[in-house]
Structures are given as C-alpha cells and as structure tokens.
C-alpha cells in the first residue's frame, strides 16, 4: 500500500504499488475511502472509519488530493479493459483527468503522442493486458528488450549502453542499404568469335557491360570504430554495445552472385569474420575480468547463442561458453583437488580446455588478486590448442611460486619441461630474467610488480630462499640448458677476466664468486674460458687434444660448454676433431686402460656427449670412439654393461647418413654380446 495524502475535500485517496488483481483493489491503484462533507471537522477527528475488508482504521480524514495514476486506474472516468486493442480508442478510454499517466510511456497522458493515433492507441493500454505489458516493457527498456532483460535489472551502465547502441543501430543502417545499393563499374565485354580479335575491333561482341561492386569497407570501419568506442566504456556498457552489433553484423548478407576479388575489408565474408573475432574477444575478457551477476552473465551467453551466425562465421558457435569462476572442475583446480585437469563426467572424460584469450584474462585476475597459488595450479592444468601462448603463460610459473613464497619449488620448476615435446623455462631465460631469479632465490624477496622490469621496489623476507647446493646446482644446470646465457654471461665475465689478466699484473678477481660457496664452478668456467682463447689464438702450436678432454673426468657438462665455444670457429673445430682422430689412433692403450678404471657408464656419457651435437665433425669423435670399443672387445669386458637403450635415442634424423649407419652396427654388436 502506498502514501496517504489528504486535502480539504474530505476523502482520503490510497495510492497502490501492486498490479496483481485482488478483491480488496478491484485490480486498481487507487482506493477511495469516502467521508461525510456536513460532519464537522473536529468530530471526523474523533471519529474512527473502519474498512473491514482491507482491516484499515482511520482516524483522521479530509477529502483526499488526486494523485498521479495510471489511465486505467482514474476514478474519474470509467476504463473498459481489452487484450490488444490498438485501432480506435475503446469507448471512453480517451478521456483524462489532469493526473491521468499513459502506462505504456510513464508520461502524462496530455503529453503522450500515441494516445489515441492509430495503430498505437495507448489510451486502451492496461496492466492486465500482456501484450500491452510488453509495449511498455520495450518502451522502458528500450534496445536493452533483446536482450530479455527485466526493467528491475536496468542499471545506469546497461541504459548508457543501450541508448550507444540504439544510435549506432540507425546510423550502421544506413551505412548497410548503402553497401546493398552497390557500386556500378564499367567493363568491355571480351570478344567471343572464333577470331578473337583484340576488344573493341569486333563491332558483334565489343560492347560496354555493366558490372556492380559491394565494397564494405564503410560498415567495417563504421564497425570498427564502435567497436573502439565499446572498449573504452565499462563492462555492463561495452558488453551490451559488442553483442548487439554482433547480431546486427551476423543478419548482414553479400548480395554478390558470384566471387569478387575484394580486399579484407571490401568483402563482407572476410570483414565480418574478423569483426567478430574482435567483438568475441572482448566479451570472453568481459566474463572473466567483471563481475556481472549470475542473471546477467548467463543472459548475455543465452543471447550470443540466439545469434543466427553465417557459415563463415561457424567457428564462433560456442566461444562465448566460458565456464563461471565457481564451475566444478575449475575451482576443483584451483584449490588443488583436481592436478591433471581432467575429470570424467557421465562416463566421458572433461578437459579444462580454453582458449588462449580466456587464459590470459584469469591469469589477469589471479595476478591482481595476489592468487599464485591458485594460478600455479591453473597453468599446469590448463589445456590451449595455442601451444606457444601457452608457454609463453607457462614460463612465469616459476615467478608466480617466487611471490608465493616457495623459492625452492620455483628453482626447480624453472628445469621442469611440461610435457615430452616441450622444453624447459630455463632454455627462454634472458640475461635480465636470469639476474632477477637469482637475486629472488638468494634473498628470499620478490620485485612489488607483475614483471621482472620492476626491480626498483622489491618485497623482503617472504619466504626461505633456496639452500646454498641446491643454487649451485640448479644454477649450474640452467647455464648448461641455455646457449644464449653461457654466452652472455659466463663467456663475457671469463674473457674479461681473462683480458685483465694478460693485461695487468695485479688482478682483483669478484670475491662474491672465487671466495664464495661457488669458487670451484667458476674457476673451471675461467679455465674452460683460457683454453678456448689458447685454441683460438695458439691452435698452430698444439699437438695434442686428447689430454685436455680427459682431463674434464666426468664434468661432462662444461666438456660440452667448451666444445660448444669450438662451434662458433669452424676452422678451429676441424683443426680440434682432426688431433683428437689422430690422438685416438696413436693412443688407444692409454685410452683403454683410463677406460677400465672409469667404467661403461664414463664411456657412454662420453659416447652420448659427442652423439647430441648436431655437428657432424663431432658427431664423428663419438663415432670413432665406438669404433675402438668394437676393435678391442677383448679388452672391453665392461662395454655389455653399456646403456644400448639410451644410445639407441640417438638413432635420430640429425644424424649424418655415415654416422647413424656406423651407430646401428655399434649398436647390433652390443646387443649381441
């Protein structure tokens, strides 16, 4: 029940709220209660009036001031009820009083135009009527009505949006009837007789033809330019505005009969298809970045569903079916129930599969709201048919469990290949990154930002940073799984100090790396670094090689750190395979008998270290110290005990065509041991 007002006329006038049809309303919104005009004012005062009906007491009463109300409502003139009239004024449904509303307009009924013009009549328009419900509905909501949006869902941002949209709609109309009308272009008909003469010799078939062009081109960049317009608005606005131009473009039809060579723009079914992408992309960042409510978020997936999409425009069918924030294998994920992904749902398997648009916006919002955690474990169990954005996605695992605070992990996962094709972070670590991540784990600390550019402002003391052996390891294992590190940094800071040296007698050498926890790593990368400078400088005078490999022992690792600095100097490099050929055929006891001390598992790693180059000179070495195991079998009582398996792996296409045919005999040989 609504406010009760009161004037010196002596009725009280009660204003309804509600539409439904009761017996205590008659259906209306205006309940008149009446009163005696001779009774004195003092005595209707004293006096109580009871509704029994209504159960209403009133104690105090003068006659009530009419109040605005709906046509159907005046208790002035009468109001004969009809489902759909919209012809002729129905008896005297025309007639107002002076607060008589049009119920379709929510104006006053004087100032209607429609009140009683044909076709339209909103004189005859009642509550009770659902097809004059929905005229006011769709005068209220406006565009928003394709929407199937309810008037009580209606918030600033949706109406804004809406009334964007219904601008452009008239203009993008106009633009669209001018694209249908085509452009006329002039052509010379080729002639058609047995002579085939030249056009415009033969007077039967030369003549003009005329031949129409549909160019898009405008719509696409009126199109566009909304769609610019779109993204700057907020998310209720731009989402409201992208999904009815999507439907307006989708109804666009080419009313070319055949093929036109035109250009992205110029053909509808190439500039449609790009619209739309931009327009679905825009939506999916919508649905995760902003909270609409459940109603709104699930009417807005609904109505791209409704869209009748062209067959160049299939491939958008279900982009916009993104899985809420609260969907059962999602947040199964994120909590850590759920590691693979993966989850059978009626007897079928359910992948967390998305694309890449939609991925990058929840890494977004887990960035923003300091969940890495939560999107550690999103990014492992995420599948994307975009590899490489993935894995771009993937590579800042190791910085998300850094601002987690778990260092240790975040060491270790910076080695950790995601699956058997792919390779490791380590392998894509620039310079920069490589500095940053050290200075994470060394410290415990993190930059304040999302980027490792942010190393101005850096957050202490999160976490406990990693154990002095497992940096030195790690670390070590990142420089020998990234080319471009070793040769940034190791090689840069050795010949430094390799320059120093033979250009001064007193050298200060970096007390934080040679006195450190890591003296010994960094003087056999100083001293790899010196031998790779005598090779390049002094190769003339050396006559041996094959002492200067042994003496690596088993640190393969910086064995192939300093054959991998030959491969830049291929002159040198065949100088280098050529004495270690020479030093195996004029030393195989010596070989042998180092060989028996050290054992097989010394000579395949050996064997494997030389078989991994894609160089085919050092491929050779490898080869060639297969062939002194097989000439002296009988003093290589260890080579049944070799890994054939893993030797087997480098039967690969890198292989040189000689070198993998020497490789299988080696190989059959040990197999038949």
């Known amino acids: ?276 992408s931009r327009i679905t992309k825009n939506l999916q960042r919508m649905l995760v970045l902003s909270d609409f409510p459940k109603q709104l978020y699930e009417k807005f997936i609904s109505f791209f569903q409704t869209i009748p999409l062209p067959p160049y425009c299939f491939k958008f069918t279900n982009c916009l079916n993104i899985p809420s924030w609260d969907h059962r294998l999602l947040t199964t994920v994120l909590r850590g129930q759920n590691v693979t992904g993966e989850q059978k749902k009626n007897g079928k398997k359910e992948f967390l599969w998305e694309v890449l648009t939609v991925i990058k916006a929840r890494t977004e919002k887990m960035e923003t709201m300091g969940q890495y955690k939560e999107l550690v474990r999103y990014l492992r169990a995420v599948k994307c048919n975009e590899g490489i954005g993935l894995r771009d996605l993937r590579d800042k695992i190791p910085f998300y469990l850094c601002k987690s605070g778990d260092f240790t992990s975040a060491a270790y996962s910076l080695l950790l290949p995601f699956n058997n094709l792919a390779c490791c972070t380590a392998c894509r670590l620039t310079p920069l990154q490589f500095e940053s991540y050290l200075k994470m784990f060394w410290t415990g600390s993190v930059p304040a930002g999302m980027d490792f550019h942010d190393s101005d402002e850096w957050i202490l003391n999160i976490g406990s940073p990693v154990k002095c052996c497992t940096l030195i390891k790690q670390v070590l294992r990142v420089l020998y799984s990234n080319q471009s590190l070793y040769r940034n940094m190791v090689c840069d800071v050795s010949f430094g100090i390799l320059e120093e040296l033979r250009l001064k007698v007193n050298v200060s050498l970096p007390s934080d790396v040679f006195y450190g926890s890591l003296n010994l790593e960094a003087c056999f990368l100083l001293t790899i670094q010196a031998v790779l400078q005598m090779l390049l400088t002094d190769l003339p005078w050396l006559t041996s090689f094959l002492e200067i490999m042994l003496a690596f022992g088993k640190n393969f690792w910086a064995l192939k750190l300093f054959l991998e600095g030959l491969l830049s100097q291929m002159p040198v490099l065949h100088d280098v395979v050529s004495m270690i050929a020479r030093d195996l055929s004029y030393q195989k006891n010596t070989l042998l008998k180092l060989w028996q001390t050290l054992g097989p598992d010394y000579v395949g790693e050996l064997l494997c270290l030389f078989l991994s180059f894609r160089n085919s000179q050092l491929q050779s070495v490898g080869i060639y110290l297969s062939h002194v195991v097989i000439e002296n079998l009988n003093q290589c009582p260890w080579a049944k005990s070799l890994d054939v398996f893993r030797l087997k792996a480098f039967r690969r296409p890198h292989l040189e065509t000689a070198n993998y045919l020497q490789l299988n005999k080696f190989v059959s040989i040990l197999e038949n041991l």
């Open 1 to 276: 029940m609504g406010p009760e007002r009161e004037d010196s006329e002596g009725s009280v006038i009660l204003i309804s709220d509600d539409e439904t049809d009761t017996e205590a309303t008659l259906g209306n919104s205006v309940v008149l209660i009446e009163s005696s005009e001779n009774s004195d004012l003092e005595q209707k005062k004293s006096e109580e009036i009871v509704d029994e009906e209504s159960e209403l007491v009133v104690t105090f009463c003068k006659q009530g001031m009419v109040m605005p109300h709906a046509r159907h409502d005046c208790m002035t003139h009468p109001f004969e009820r009809t489902e759909s009239e919209t012809c002729i004024p129905v008896k005297q449904n025309s007639d107002m009083c002076g607060q008589c509303y049009c119920y379709v307009c929510d104006k006053l009924a004087s100032e209607c135009q429609y009140w009683m013009t044909s076709a339209s009549c909103h004189c005859n328009a009642h509550n009770k009527s659902r097809f004059w419900k929905d005229q006011r509905n769709f005068t209220l909501t406006g565009v928003l009505v394709i929407f199937n949006l309810e008037p009580t869902e209606i918030d600033t941002d949706l109406r804004h949006g809406g009334e964007l949209l219904f601008k452009f709609l008239r203009e993008l109309s106009i633009q669209y009837n001018n694209y249908l009308s085509g452009e006329i272009v002039l052509s010379l008909q080729d002639c058609v007789c047995p002579s085939k003469q030249t056009p415009g010799q033969c007077s039967v078939c030369s003549q003009f033809q005329n031949e129409v062009i549909y160019r898009y081109s405008d719509v696409f960049n009126l199109v566009s330019s909304f769609i610019n317009k779109a993204e700057k608005e907020k998310p209720k606005s731009a989402a409201v505005m992208l999904l009815g131009v999507a439907r307006e473009i989708a109804l666009h039809k080419d009313p070319a009969q055949s093929w036109q060579n035109l250009g992205p723009s110029e053909s509808l079914k190439l500039a449609v298809p790009f619209l739309m």
